[in-house]
């Protein structure tokens, strides 16, 4: 099985069919971002037989060439977004060195296991959450569902309270769930910093016998 194969499953349901005669006309007839070439970018980028961690975002960045299809992280030439600024602060105080993708570009993270799932997949230009109740969360919480069904000793990374709300899709038995307020600035305080998430992650990783990430 491969991420075509349950994405493919998906595109056959009447609500996707909704969803892409929707997103097809808002791709023609307002900016849209990420650009659709980069939309299941996560997918492509983190291999299904190799998922090691998911970390859910909300919906992607809506400021010209931000969003590349994968949650929080941004193209190279693009100034950190504050979240990323914040994220990449906590992985120094927590392992003590500086990320590998301190250029925000966490493409590196993807291809190492780690995917960068956002809870709605596309965005109106300047319009947070414009595509919200289109359809999107209904095949991401499918795709939640599936990989809590069909995988085991996946750690899910859920940030801010729309994130946590879906761990109720996962099994807990089967699974592990790190927990933390956002990484936005209104929020970070409040228990993001020092939540020590990439640490963590790690030593489950350690003890489960797998490939640490290289943060």
Not at 75 to 95: A, C, H, Q, R
Not at 118 to 134: D, Y
Request: charged content about 25%; proline content about 5%.
């Amino acid at each position: 099985m491969t991420w075509e194969n349950v994405i493919n499953i998906e595109k056959e349901k009447p609500y996707y069919k909704f969803l892409k005669d929707e997103i097809d006309k808002r791709y023609e007839n307002t900016r849209v971002f990420p650009e659709k070439k980069n939309i299941f970018n996560a997918f492509s980028l983190t291999k299904l037989d190799n998922l090691k961690v998911v970390i859910l975002g909300q919906d992607p960045y809506h400021g010209f060439g931000q969003a590349q299809g994968l949650a929080f992280s941004t193209p190279k030439n693009i100034k950190n977004p504050p979240s990323m600024v914040n994220i990449l602060k906590e992985i120094n105080d927590d392992l003590g060195k500086k990320s590998v993708c301190e250029d925000g570009d966490l493409t590196p993270w993807a291809k190492q296991g780690v995917l960068l799932l956002n809870t709605i997949l596309t965005v109106q230009e300047s319009l947070a959450k414009s595509h919200h109740n289109l359809g999107w969360e209904t095949f991401t919480d499918n795709i939640i569902k599936f990989i809590s069904d069909n995988k085991e000793n996946v750690i899910f990374i859920l940030w801010g309270s729309p994130a946590i709300s879906k761990s109720k899709l996962i099994d807990k038995k089967k699974h592990h769930i790190l927990t933390a307020p956002h990484p936005s600035p209104l929020s970070s305080y409040r228990g993001f910093f020092g939540c020590k998430h990439f640490s963590k992650t790690n030593e489950i990783l350690k003890s489960l016998g797998k490939e640490e990430i290289t943060w």
